[in-house]
């Protein structure tokens, strides 16, 4: 079956440590998306991918870093200098031509304490 | 940059009809897109609408109007399943990113 991997499901961290979340697809698709959501709202772009080794900034990179070194993984490293990382993050991936169709994996929770 | 704007809660019985409206402001638009999330789980896509009017997809059906910068979710014949959060999400620009509203939660009653 495709689809979307994330793990793992929970994450416990302390403060002060780079975390790296994982992001895995076998859709073949070209982009890779990371959002953050809090509770109660809705989701806010990190980074994106539209292709192999290239990315780009969403809404609130700061404290995030990414890269894509293959199609199928699209790594989330959450860094000391996120201020506030404790949130629900969720990875997703589209078709190239179609980035208002987007299929998400089943999240990763991070608790930083 | 993109705002959008939909209700926070609508509570309906089992086989009523809800209707989740989403207004957004825009640089640019090119279409909107909605989601669905069951408490704790991933969003699913449901429908997007790049032109003016109404999308039927089964019991959901999404409605356009870019004149009026606004669109709506329409969920007929509602079922216990479909309690969720429900979220548009506007793609205003050339690129990749979509910008979703905050959601509106939808409980179902018996």
């Known amino acids: 079956d495709g689809g979307i991997t994330q793990s793992p499901k929970y994450l416990f961290r302390k403060e002060g440590q780079n975390v790296t979340l994982s992001c895995e697809q076998n859709?073949?698709?070209?982009?890779m998306y990371w959002y953050r959501q809090d509770p109660g709202q809705g989701l806010r772009l990190i980074y994106y991918?539209?292709?192999?080794?290239?990315?780009q900034k969403g809404d609130i990179a700061e404290g995030y870093s990414v890269s894509r070194e293959k199609k199928e993984s699209f790594p989330l490293t959450v860094t000391s200098a996120q201020k506030n990382p404790t949130a629900f993050y969720l990875c997703a991936s589209s078709i190239g031509d179609s980035p208002y169709e987007q299929y998400f994996g089943p999240g990763t929770r991070l608790t930083v304490t | 940059g993109q705002s959008l704007e939909q209700p926070s809660e609508v509570t309906a019985v089992e086989g009523a009809i809800v209707q989740i409206n989403c207004t957004y402001q825009?640089?640019?638009?090119?279409?909107l897109s909605w989601y669905q999330q069951h408490d704790g789980g991933a969003p699913t896509f449901l429908s997007y609408?790049?032109?003016?009017g109404l999308e039927e997809t089964g019991r959901f059906s999404s409605f356009l109007s870019r004149s009026d910068s606004y669109g709506y979710l329409l969920l007929q014949e509602l079922q216990m399943k479909d309690s969720a959060s429900y979220f548009c999400?506007?793609?205003?620009?050339?690129?990749?990113?979509?910008?979703f509203g905050a959601g509106t939660t939808v409980t179902v009653r018996a």
């Open positions: 609408n790049a032109l003016d």
């Open positions: 859709l073949n698709h070209d982009a």
């Open positions: 991918s539209q292709i192999v080794n290239d990315f």
């Open positions: 999400a506007v793609k205003g620009s050339n690129d990749y990113k979509l910008s």
């Open positions: 825009t640089s640019g638009f090119y279409g």
